[in-house]
């Protein structure tokens, strides 16, 4: 990654949103890049946690495990996405499992360079409580959605900003059914007739298992909404 790639990356991330172009520089200069395959893991529970992880690329689910010993997923990060925040500031283990859905590049940066920042740019303190705050919003917005918006209308955006991700029209889900359900906040044959439904309304197809080929993705926004 070159310094514009990794100023691009520090640009994606709130907690560095407003800061001086310098300041840009400064935290590009930190930056580590790293890239994934998918099914990779770029963190595992009870690892030393000692970064930030910034999505540039791809699709991560972060899980944790259940009592019960269940996988549960707890949220779906996206290129701008971050993870590991908190764990800036004090020292301790991930509690959560980090994996790539897809090819994956992500920017890192250290708890020791991160608290170096802090001390030279008291500014960013502020920006991280606010974009904490903030994640705190979404994630009740997040549940509100659930219960205002349809289970179509939540499947076709994540179909559409999927294939915006990926790049194409064609591709291979990259959580499966089940994870895809809990996403989405209903059940896995949910799933299933809603796709079904958008299929043979014509708006994509299923050439083969856990593959999509979306036809027209704004006759899907549109038709969901309804």
Do not use: W
Not at 124 to 138: H, P, Y
Request: charged share 25%.
């Amino acid at each position: 990654m070159d310094i514009k790639e990794a100023e691009d990356c520090v640009r994606l991330v709130p907690i560095f949103a407003g800061m001086a172009e310098p300041a840009v520089r400064q935290i590009a200069g930190l930056v580590r890049d790293h890239d994934y395959a998918a099914r990779e893991f770029l963190f595992n529970a009870g690892e030393d946690a000692d970064r930030l992880f910034i999505i540039a690329r791809g699709q991560v689910k972060v899980t944790s495990d259940t009592a019960s010993g269940r996988e549960q997923m707890l949220r779906l990060l996206t290129p701008g996405d971050f993870d590991g925040e908190a764990v800036l500031f004090n020292a301790g283990a991930y509690t959560t499992t980090a994996e790539a859905l897809m090819p994956v590049q992500a920017c890192t940066i250290s708890r020791a360079d991160f608290q170096g920042l802090l001390q030279a740019q008291p500014a960013l303190a502020l920006n991280v409580l606010n974009a904490l705050g903030q994640r705190v919003v979404s994630l009740e917005t997040q549940a509100a959605a659930v219960t205002a918006s349809s289970v179509g209308e939540r499947l076709a955006n994540y179909l559409v900003e999927t294939a915006a991700t990926l790049g194409g029209d064609v591709f291979t889900l990259p959580l499966r059914k089940k994870d895809l359900a809990a996403y989405l906040g209903t059940s896995p044959e949910t799933v299933s007739r809603r796709l079904r439904t958008f299929e043979d309304a014509g708006y994509l197809t299923q050439p083969r298992r856990g593959q999509i080929k979306l036809l027209d993705a704004d006759g899907l926004l549109l038709a969901s909404q309804k």
